[in-house]
Structures are given as C-alpha cells and as structure tokens.
T-cell receptor
Framework: EDQVTQSPEALRLQEGESSSLNCSYT??????LFWYRQDPGKGPEFLFT???AGEEKEKERLKATLTKKESFLHITAPKPEDSATYLC?????????????FGSGTRLQVQP | DTEVTQTPKHLVMGMTNKKSLKCEQH?????MYWYKQKAKKPPELMFV???????INESVPSRFSPECPNSSLLNLHLHALQPEDSALYLC????????????????FGPGTRLTVT
C-alpha cells in the first residue's frame, strides 16, 4: 500500500532559525512528489514538483530536495509569514490515475 | 493565471436540503477533482474528471453527486447530507497530459466551508 509520512507533525521556530521538514514515502511507481503550503481555512498553494532523486528546487526561503525514499523541505531564515501547514503529496501508478496521495502535513509556526 | 474559483465560500445546510458547490477554472486544464478535508487532516480525494468524464469515484456516498458540464466547470450536488459531512470541500484542476512532466501539479481553489446542521 502506498504511504506518505510527514515529520514532525508540528514545528515551532524562532524567526531566522532554519530547519527542515521531512516527507518519507513508500510507493510503487512514483510519478512526482509535490509540496504545498496551506493556510488555515484556505486551499493548498502549490510550491514545488520533484520527479527524480537528486532533484532540487528553490523558491525564496524554501528549498525542496528528493531522494529515492524521502523529500525534504528546507526553510532558511524563516519569517512569521512562513507559518502554515506544509503538505507533501505523491502521484503514483499508471497515467490513468491522476490523483494525489497526501501526507498528514507539518504545522509550522514561526515566532517573531 | 493559475486561479481556481469556488462558490460559495461558506454554506450551512440542513440534512434535508439540496445544495450545489461550484468550481471554475480557465487554465485549459482537462482534469478536475473534488477533495474533502476535515480539520487538521490532509485532503482526501472524492472524484476525478478527465475530459469531462468521471474517471475516479473513491466510493463516495450517493448523497454527493458530481457533474462536469463543460471543460471549465465542475459542480458537486449535495442532498440529504449528514453532520459528519461538514468539512472544507476543495476543487482542483490539472493538465491531463502536460507538454512536460513538470506540469502535472494540481492547482486548488480556496474551498467551500460546509456545515451540515
């Protein structure tokens, strides 16, 4: 069975304190790993897509990396506005199934 | 433009009511999705439409009835819901067969907060 596990469940950082969020996956036939940011009561906002082990993508203070078993979302010098839930999702299997399987998310709080 | 719009933003309905949720996108995407999200949980897939045809139904109860009238619109018709159906309902869209693999991502709308009383 395909599984996506995110850790930690919650993370509290001081402003400027860099850290990493983890997304480990056990799937058959990975067709893409996606990172989303979700603010309370709103829809997920797309951040990154990763496809191959060794791939890295960056956007402002965020950097996503991918290995054969896990992905990391590195947050460098976070600011309070980075506070949100970060969701990892995978797209697996045959091209006929286009749905995403989400991890349970990491709730990030950045304090000033 | 990567915008998916959903209406209404909030909906309160009784268990005997019939209501509809609406979703619209103008990105030329031919795959559209309905997800259900409970508080502090990840989104759970309900339905997938591909080229306006239902391709996935994740064993959703028949009190939820999806409809895709054209390539830009997606509806979710609600009837005889239960209080446990209260949740954030999210619509998303994506390419079916993108020109490059880096374009398989799904774009989500802001959601409809549904409360069943």
């Amino acid at each position: 069975e395909d599984q996506v596990t995110q850790s930690p469940e919650a993370l509290r950082l001081q402003e400027g304190e860099s850290s990493s969020l983890n997304c480990s996956y056990t799937v058959s036939g990975l067709r893409g790993l996606f990172w989303y940011r979700q603010d309370p009561g709103k829809g997920p906002e797309f951040l990154f897509t990763l496809y191959s082990a060794g791939e890295e993508k960056e956007k402002e203070r965020l950097k996503a990396t991918l290995t054969k078993k896990e992905s990391f979302l590195h947050i460098t010098a976070p600011k309070p506005e980075d506070s949100a839930t970060y969701l990892c999702a995978v797209r697996v299997g045959a091209t006929g199934r286009r749905a995403l399987t989400f991890g349970s998310g990491t709730r990030l709080q950045v304090q000033p | 433009d990567t915008e998916v719009t959903q209406t209404p933003k909030h909906l309160v309905m009784g268990m005997t009511n019939k209501k509809s949720l609406k979703c619209e996108q103008h990105m030329g995407h031919r795959a559209m999705y309905w997800y259900k999200q409970k508080a502090k949980k990840p989104p759970e897939l309900m339905f997938v439409y591909s080229y306006e045809k239902l391709s996935i139904n994740e064993s959703v109860p028949s009190r939820f009835s999806p409809e895709c009238p054209n390539s830009s619109l997606l509806n979710l018709h609600l009837h005889a819901l239960q209080p446990e159906d209260s949740a954030l309902y999210l619509c998303a869209s994506s390419q079916v067969v993108p020109p490059t693999r880096d374009q398989y991502e799904q774009y989500f709308g802001p959601g409809t907060r549904l409360t069943v009383t």
